[in-house]
């Protein structure tokens, strides 16, 4: 991709940002792994972000989308669940996790182009079963050559 493609989809991103309201959101933070020393044993710094999918009111085909995107990470009761452990604060975390859904989610708004059905022309086929022929006939010529 060029250096103007990439500015590109970054202002689409930037504009399609998606608004998560915070009444469908769940937070919780755990005992983290990763950086922060000693502290990672002391303090909860993971942020475990749990997001109401069915509540936000998605387009079916953004819903659609969205489930398969988030595979594993969606529950069979609607429920978007991602965990943020890469920084060493607890506010970094919940930072990282909030993007990381909006992320998803403006993912799944994208649409996929429709594939429009097509079927080869009759003298396309014609072409494909003389070719055919031809080597069919070269591949019958191969055998054994007898001298009686």
């Not at 387009?59 to 609607?78: E, V």
């Not at 669940?81 to 992320?103: K, L, M």
């Not at 059905?117 to 031809?134: H, L, M, N, Y």
């Amino acid at each position: 991709m060029g250096h103007w493609q990439n500015l590109a989809l970054t202002a689409i991103a930037i504009t399609m940002a998606f608004d998560l309201p915070e009444e469908y959101l769940e937070e919780t933070f755990l005992a983290s792994t990763g950086p922060g020393g000693q502290n990672v044993n002391k303090v909860a710094t993971a942020c475990q972000l749990r997001v109401d999918v069915y509540a936000l009111g998605l387009q079916p085909y953004a819903f659609r989308q969205l489930k398969i995107l988030a595979g594993s990470k969606m529950t069979l009761s609607g429920e978007l669940i991602v965990t943020a452990r890469s920084h060493r604060t607890r506010e970094a975390n919940r930072q990282d996790a909030r993007a990381r859904v909006i992320d998803l989610i403006d993912r799944a708004h994208i649409r996929q182009a429709r594939r429009v059905a097509t079927k080869p022309s009759k003298a396309a086929k014609a072409r494909r079963v003389d070719t055919k022929k031809g080597r069919s006939t070269i591949k019958k010529n191969r055998g054994k050559v007898s001298f009686d």
